[in-house]
Antibody, heavy 120, light 107 residues
């Protein structure tokens, strides 16, 4: 079955960067875009962007343009989210999410989430 | 960006009763609308896609309806495990956007 295993919690100071990983298994890694969604404490869900793991093509939400980078490693079936210039407002749980089917924009498989805390 | 607005923010319902959750889009999303359930400390779980199609393994007491800009999620005969947060999400356009959520709590 589809499994998305994310890296562990991170603590960063304001201005720093963080890189979160999501290792996929149970399906052909390059057949599905991988999306990243975050959720600040007590808040709703926010889509950050997506990556085509095979070709590396990315689409980012405008809000994160310029300080987000999504990459993939096909040898390990892992995608990465890197977020730079962190502020306290980036404190959130970050999820990787795979769409139901290639080309679809809703998500039936989610990682367990990675808590990123930004604090001085 | 398409803004998704959910109402009410909180819905208090007794077990066994039904719950009706609303989701409105700022512009048409046709039927490109999904619903998720989220429990504390867990990732969201897909319930409905295409506005009305239940995802695999989702009980029949969950039903979705609507098209264009107005959508409804109905949970009939609420079970204890149904008390949770519910989000709608449009996938008609980028960026994908979610509603702010409706909390279904025990009355």
């Amino acid at each position: 079955q589809v499994q998305l295993d994310q890296s562990g919690a991170e603590v960063r100071k304001p201005g720093a960067s963080v890189k979160v990983s999501c290792k996929a298994s149970g399906y052909t890694f390059t057949d599905y875009y991988m999306n990243w969604v975050r959720q600040a404490p007590g808040q709703g869900l926010e889509w950050m962007g997506m990556i085509n793991p095979g070709g590396g093509r990315t689409t980012y939400a405008q809000k994160f343009q310029g300080r987000v980078s999504m990459t993939s490693d096909t040898s390990t079936s892992t995608v990465y989210l890197e977020l730079n210039s962190l502020t306290s407002e980036d404190t959130a749980v970050y999820y990787c999410a795979r769409p139901f089917s290639s080309g679809w924009g809703f998500f039936d498989s989610w990682g367990q989430g990675t808590l990123v805390t930004v604090s001085s | 960006e398409i803004v998704m607005t959910q109402s009410p923010a909180t819905l208090s319902v007794s077990p066994g009763e039904s719950a009706t959750l609303s989701c409105r889009a700022s512009q048409t999303v046709f039927t490109n609308l999904a619903w998720y359930q989220q429990k504390p400390g867990q990732a969201p779980r897909l319930l409905i896609y295409g506005a009305s199609t239940r995802a695999t393994g989702i009980p029949a007491r969950f039903s979705g309806s609507g098209s264009g800009t107005e959508f409804t999620l109905t949970i009939s005969s609420l079970q204890s495990e149904d008390f949770a947060l519910y989000y709608c999400q449009q996938y008609h356009n980028w960026p994908r956007t979610f509603g702010q959520g409706t909390k279904v709590e025990i009355k």
